[in-house]
């Protein structure tokens, strides 16, 4: 549960007056109000296998509900997978040179982001009384502060690695390298919406973006 108060004012005699000591403002320009809620629901579920110390396996599958998005959409399914294998492990492999330490590992995963206001799928009302003048006196009118967006639904990433750790003289020098490809669909954006309209912005699900490359990790 979310809620509070919003209040601009300017004009205090000194800085020693401060938000308990608002009446001490020459002018209070703006008081809002709010209240709000969210629910997350989550299920979640992990196998891990291991073969010989060798050849090793995880996978999961996490499953979300939020309250955030439209009916048809509150509900996220996010799976992942990773596997390696432990080279160093294997009778062929000596050990007893530079090379001390191997082992391969790959993954691949799905998560959701949910980051955005209580009720952005729905229409919210708000009462407004700036620049509505009726017969000299300033009214107060109801409108709509954002519209419904009943399609909203969850921004997913997924992302693929794969690497290598390695280690040198019996652990003495150790590191990893590893490539990544990270890319997020559905973006959760606040756009534009086109004019005549009371509501400037609204959150949609928009575009995407892609990440890649290659990371090196050395120490000792």
């Known amino acids: 549960l979310e809620e509070g108060i919003r209040t601009t004012a300017n004009g205090f005699l000194s800085d020693e007056f401060r938000w308990y000591s608002l009446q001490a403002a020459k002018t209070i320009s703006s008081v809002t109000s709010f209240v709000g809620s969210n629910t997350l ?3 979640y579920g992990r196998l891990n296998y291991s073969y010989d110390n060798r050849y090793l ?9 939020s309250s955030r998005f439209g009916s048809g959409n509150k509900w996220g399914t996010f799976p992942s997978g990773a596997v390696a294998w432990k080279i160093s492990e294997e009778d062929f492999f000596g050990g007893d040179g530079i090379l001390s330490d191997l082992k391969l590992r790959a993954s691949y995963g799905i998560t959701g982001n949910q980051e955005i206001g209580n009720l952005n799928s729905i229409t919210t009302l708000g009462a407004s009384s700036n ?4 017969g000299g006196q300033r009214i107060t009118i109801v409108l709509p502060e954002q519209y419904a967006n009943p399609d909203l639904k969850w921004e997913e990433t997924s992302q693929f690695d794969i690497g290598l750790n390695f280690g040198l003289f019996g652990q003495k020098v150790y590191g990893s390298i590893d490539y990544y490809r990270k890319e997020t669909s559905d973006l959760l954006l606040r756009i534009a919406v086109p004019s005549p309209s009371v509501v400037s912005t609204q959150i949609a699900n928009v575009g995407s973006v892609e990440n890649k490359g290659i990371e090196l990790e050395l120490g000792a």
């Not at 396996?57 to 509900?65: C, E, K, L, S």
């Not at 620049?131 to 009726?134: A, F, L, P, S």
């Open 41 to 43: 629901i989550s299920t």
């Open 57 to 65: 396996f995880t996978v999961t599958v996490r499953r979300d509900g």
């Open 131 to 134: 620049g509505y003048i009726v």
